[in-house]
DNA sequence: GAAGCGTGGGT
DNA sequence: TACCCAAGCTT
């Protein structure tokens, strides 16, 4: 880290800052032309450079994160690409916790992608167990595929050729390049989002979809350094997940606690628009959660009767099969049976 | 841009 | 007990 240390005497203003040491809160990040600039620590400008504001962001964190991250599989070096694709499909809308086991038996069992890529699909849903969402697998199963047929069987380094695999996204496509291959991107996930809507934009919550202006702030606030960057981004994220969280945040133990603009503002409660919560007891998805597991569980073809058992309104019932089957998650014999898609 | 998509643990 | 929430993606 090349950046200035955090307290240089170009504090010419803010004199007597009785409490906090010199708080900025509101960082002044670039509005047009985002961060292309290298870093001109040297600017003369009276008030802090934009680099300067980042660094004080960066400083902290990145050292709160040496001594705090948690030891995860998939951020072992022996995980590699796979390891972190793997793990960033299932962290999606997954608790750690929950990954854990499956994680371990999954790179166990498919220690490369052209390993899972020689499964029946339906073998990548089994395995997903209890995790939520198995679309995830099948997606996951289809990367695996592309890049066995596209990529010589290596999990692709460039941001463009990740976001075009099934399953990847933005997030996703930027937190395998940063954290596999240490490249420099915009890690935007629902943790370094609410970091940044409260230490700098200084609210409580961010917007319920991804912004324009949070991909701006995001890119102002990238390190210049590549491995910084990637850092960066995998600190902040955990700063988010274990201190900075939805609910119950901890800023005694936070490391930017006295820059951060929410906690100044005297965390004042989020006023916008609640978000919608996901109702889900009586809905086709967990009609379909009922269906699919008894398919997981059993090996081979099941019949009708084995599925109308798990929700008695036929109607609803019809439509979620029906559901299934389309999405590819199930396939459907001759005779009224179905099972898990072998293709 | 909103809606749909699973599941289980915490409060 | 009912919510709320957890490293999003696709249509």
């Not at 620590?41 to 902290?60: V, W």
């Not at 694709?85 to 809308?93: A, D, I, K, R, T």
């Not at 902040?236 to 936070?254: Q, W, Y």
């Not at 979620?320 to 999405?327: M, N, R």
Request: neutral net charge; aromatic residues 6%; proline residues 8%.
């Amino acid at each position: 880290m090349t950046a200035t240390p955090a307290h240089t005497p170009d504090a010419v203003h803010t004199p007597a800052a009785a409490h906090l040491p010199d708080t900025a809160p509101a960082l002044d990040i670039p509005s047009a032309t985002d961060s292309m600039s290298t870093t001109d620590i040297t600017s003369t400008s009276l008030s802090p450079s934009p680099a300067t504001e980042a660094a004080a962001l960066h400083t902290p964190v990145l050292a709160w994160f040496e001594t705090h991250a948690r030891d995860l599989p998939w951020r072992r070096p022996e995980a590699g690409a796979w390891g972190v694709m793997v793990s960033e499909f299932m962290l999606q809308q997954t608790p750690v916790s929950r990954v854990l086991p499956v994680y371990e038996q999954w790179l166990a069992r498919w220690p490369r992608p052209a390993d899972l890529a020689a499964e029946a699909p339906g073998e990548a849903v089994r395995a997903w167990g209890r995790l939520g969402y198995p679309r995830r697998a099948l997606r996951l199963h289809g990367a695996a595929q592309a890049i066995t047929e596209r990529h010589g069987g290596d999990v692709p380094r460039r941001h463009a050729q990740l976001l075009a695999l099934p399953g990847i996204g933005e997030y996703t496509a930027a937190a395998v390049a940063s954290f596999a291959y240490g490249q420099r991107h915009a890690v935007l996930d629902t943790n370094v989002r609410r970091v940044l809507a409260r230490a700098v934009t200084g609210v409580q919550y961010p917007p319920n979809a991804t912004t324009a202006a949070e991909r701006k702030l995001a890119r102002a606030l990238l390190p210049a350094d590549e491995d910084t960057a990637a850092r960066w981004a995998a600190s902040s994220m955990e700063l988010g997940a274990l201190v900075c969280t939805a609910k119950n945040e901890s800023c005694a133990r936070c490391p930017i606690a006295a820059r951060c603009a929410w906690l100044l503002a005297g965390k004042p409660p989020h006023d916008g628009p609640a978000r919608r919560g996901q109702t889900y007891a009586g809905t086709d998805r967990q009609v379909r959660g009922k269906l699919l597991a008894v398919l997981r569980d059993t090996h081979g073809a099941v019949t009708q009767r084995a599925l109308d058992a798990v929700w008695d309104e036929p109607v609803q019932r019809a439509r979620a099969l029906d559901g299934l089957v389309a999405d590819g998650l199930v396939e459907p014999l001759d005779g009224g049976l179905y099972r898990l898609p072998r293709s």
